[in-house]
């Protein structure tokens, strides 16, 4: 089974300040035929569903800030956001989609 | 598009409890689905997930041999029925939706809002 490992764990960032969040993946997720890899980033905010940002590693989700943006490949990956905002207070997870069971990395907590 | 799920309780330990969801808007039966729950106080845990004809399903190790995941496509609904339920079964259990209707599995776009399962010990 793919492991995904999130750092770091808590992570507190000034207003307009960048937030960088790692999520290292024991397998590559890489597919086939366009090696695109199966790697997803959410948001949740307390009582409320989780937000899609990010899927195939770095395509933005229609209406997502452009100040949050994926990136990385095979095994390591980054979401950032740039110019933090105080909205931004949230638990932040990966995902790989890539080979059954999907897994969620263990989360990150950004704080202002 | 909208996801409603239903069937969260207290249950003592051992117990068991069906969840349901039903769906409306949405082409439900050309798309996988999947539960993922949110224990208190810790993250997100993927649960298991249904290929859209019913044909394949996949579970976290966590639940193997205790939850089954069906659904019935007429009925535009999914469930999940725990058996052999324990305290860290507790959560809100949340019916959720692949983005893509493919063959394969995706990241998910469609999320319910949840119901809560309690399990006391």
């Known amino acids: 089974d793919i492991v995904l490992t999130q750092s770091p764990r808590f992570l507190a960032v000034s207003v307009g300040e960048r937030a960088t969040i790692s999520c290292k993946s024991s397998q590559r997720v890489s597919r086939s035929p366009n090696h695109q890899d199966s790697l997803a980033w959410y948001q949740v905010k307390p009582g409320h569903p989780p937000k899609l940002l990010v899927y195939w590693a770095s395509t933005r989700e229609l209406g997502v800030p452009e100040r949050f943006s994926g990136s990385g490949s095979g095994t390591d990956f980054t979401l950032t956001i740039n110019g933090l905002q105080a909205e931004d207070v949230a638990m932040y997870y990966c995902l790989q989609y890539y080979s059954p069971p999907r897994a969620f990395g263990q989360g990150t907590k950004v704080e202002v | 598009e909208n996801l409603v799920e239903s069937g969260g309780a207290l249950v003592q330990a051992g117990g068991s409890l069906r969840l349901s969801c039903e769906t409306s808007?949405?082409?439900?039966?050309?798309?996988?689905m999947s539960w993922v729950r949110q224990a208190p106080g810790t993250g997100l845990e993927w649960v298991a997930d249904?290929?859209?004809?019913?044909?394949?399903?996949h579970y976290a190790a966590s639940v193997m041999g205790r939850f089954t995941i069906s659904r019935d496509n007429a009925r535009n609904s999914l469930f999940l029925q725990m058996t052999s339920l324990r305290a860290e079964d507790t959560g809100v259990y949340f019916c959720?939706?692949?983005?893509?209707?493919?063959?394969?599995?995706?990241?998910?776009?469609?999320w319910g809002q949840g119901t809560q399962v309690t399990v006391s010990s």
């Open positions: 808007g949405v082409v439900f039966g050309a798309y996988w």
């Open positions: 959720v939706r692949d983005a893509v209707p493919w063959d394969t599995a995706t990241h998910f776009n469609l």
């Open positions: 249904i290929r859209k004809d019913g044909t394949e399903a």
